[in-house]
């Protein structure tokens, strides 16, 4: 490992409250608290703080680090790049050479008709993408009224205007006066919460059903596309029911409407496939893909295009007037070559797929889910979560809900595991190298996390 520096971290503190605006936070309680966590270092799938305290990190960062942490490669190859081209841009017909060979790879993994891939910054710069270029793209093909997005409600799709527009968070729609018009929210496939004790296939049912009813009421000639994730990750880890996704694609097909699938997080391995879509046996027609495209190295995104939408660009004439300073960047995109590279010699994503994935999945089954104030354990190749439950047998949350997970996950991080609460569940998504005695840290320590907060929790 590098030779850390020696930092000092109460001033680091001061001039992070001084000065530092961290993202999707409470300003108040980063100068209450004094200050935000430092993290100085990190290897494998361990985080350092400024503190000194060693955290294994059950979230890959934020949903991305999926090669773990401390790639001499990726630090090599980020070198030699900026050596030779530290940057230009791809505007006006111009390219430099990482992005054309990180194109063709991602096609390679995509396949069948995903064959272009536009480069932008972040996830939510890719669905930004989306939302214009599908509009572009109906315009160019002669049917411009369709312009609406169907989505759904406790989707994720990002920060900006558009991409929060077409998440599907209520409270991230109040601020900023979103969502912007033109996108509908349906129902999530949310079983434990909307459809809890329902047979899953008629709940997979009633759920693809809420998009048609939607196509119906706003008319099919005026939607463009349906965008989801193939788990929604930061709306609490929902794996859909058997068969949903299924009949989501056919709905999609018989209204002629595009289907965008949300990579952001399911992509590069997370699902134990390359891209969530192979796992769920369904064709998108658009792909936005980010986080483990670089395992987090350095920021970059894609946005994976059908041939289909392409040729209707090419025949239009027409330039696509979109476009980001550093899209494509060369540095990043020599990184995430890279990066792809080692998830494919290390045979990632077939571990995830057959080892620890299972092992994972087995873990929480046998040593979380009888534990008294777990209500359901799920995961799919290295995503999970844990729902917290007042009472055995039941989804009742805790006096009001929505404070239990923060108790628990803060119980965790004390505890040397850094998980996510969102609501009451905790989430985890876990580097793609973690082992199986860090698996069994992760469960171990939820267990302990549950068992010191049990008076917490029930005096709420
Ligand atoms: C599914 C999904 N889409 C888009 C985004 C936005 O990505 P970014 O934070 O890189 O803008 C995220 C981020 O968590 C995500 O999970």
């Not at 759920?207 to 965008?227: M, N, S, T």
């Amino acid at each position: 490992m590098v030779t850390v520096r020696n930092y000092d971290i109460p001033a680091l503190r001061q001039l992070d409250m001084a000065h530092h605006l961290p993202a999707q936070s409470s300003y108040g309680l980063q100068v209450e608290l004094g200050g935000s966590r430092i993290i100085t270092h990190a290897k494998g799938s361990t985080v350092f703080d400024g503190d000194g305290h060693a955290i294994l990190d059950a979230m890959a960062g934020l949903w991305c680090v999926n090669v773990g942490y401390g790639r001499p490669e990726l630090v090599e190859v980020a070198a030699r790049q900026m050596e030779e081209l530290p940057f230009y841009n791809t505007f006006f017909r111009t390219a430099t050479v990482p992005p054309i060979e990180l194109a063709a790879r991602i096609a390679g993994l995509l396949g069948g008709d995903l064959q272009h891939v536009f480069f932008n910054n972040s996830g939510s710069e890719s669905n930004d993408t989306v939302f214009r270029l599908v509009r572009t793209y109906w315009s160019m093909k002669g049917e411009p009224d369709r312009t609406v997005f169907i989505s759904r409600h406790n989707a994720y799709h990002g920060s900006t205007v558009a991409s929060a527009s077409l998440g599907g968070m209520d409270y991230m729609h109040v601020q900023g006066g979103l969502p912007i018009p033109g996108i509908e929210h349906v129902m999530q496939p949310y079983a434990f919460a909307d459809g809890f004790g329902e047979d899953p296939e008629v709940f997979a049912t009633r759920a693809a059903q809420a998009i048609e009813d939607r196509i119906l009421a706003v008319g099919p000639e005026k939607v463009a596309a349906f965008i989801g994730e193939p788990v929604q990750g930061a709306g609490g880890v929902i794996i859909p029911p058997p068969g949903y996704w299924q009949k989501v694609e056919a709905i999609c097909r018989k209204y002629g409407i595009l289907l965008v699938s949300d990579e952001v997080i399911c992509g590069f391995g997370r699902l134990g496939q390359w891209f969530g879509f192979q796992h769920y046996g369904v064709t998108p027609d658009i792909v936005s893909m980010a986080k483990g495209l670089s395992s987090g190295y350095l920021p970059i995104s894609a946005t994976g295009v059908s041939r289909q939408i392409v040729d209707v660009l090419r025949a239009s004439g027409e330039d696509f007037v979109h476009g980001f300073t550093y899209l494509g960047h060369p540095v990043s995109a020599a990184v995430a070559l890279r990066n792809i590279q080692i998830i494919d010699e290390e045979h990632l994503v077939r571990r995830t797929r057959e080892d620890t994935g299972p092992y994972l999945a087995q873990a929480l089954a046998e040593r979380l889910a009888d534990h008294p104030l777990v209500g359901e354990t799920r995961s799919l190749g290295l995503i999970g979560a844990v729902e917290i439950v007042a009472e055995k047998g039941t989804n009742r949350r805790h006096g009001a809900g929505g404070q239990a997970g923060p108790i628990v996950r803060d119980a965790c991080i004390a505890r040397g595991l850094m998980v996510r609460a969102i609501r009451d569940s905790l989430v985890m998504s876990p580097p793609l190298v973690i082992t199986h005695a860090e698996i069994d840290q992760i469960v171990d320590t939820i267990a302990a996390a549950l068992d010191a907060s049990a008076d917490r929790l029930a005096a709420l």
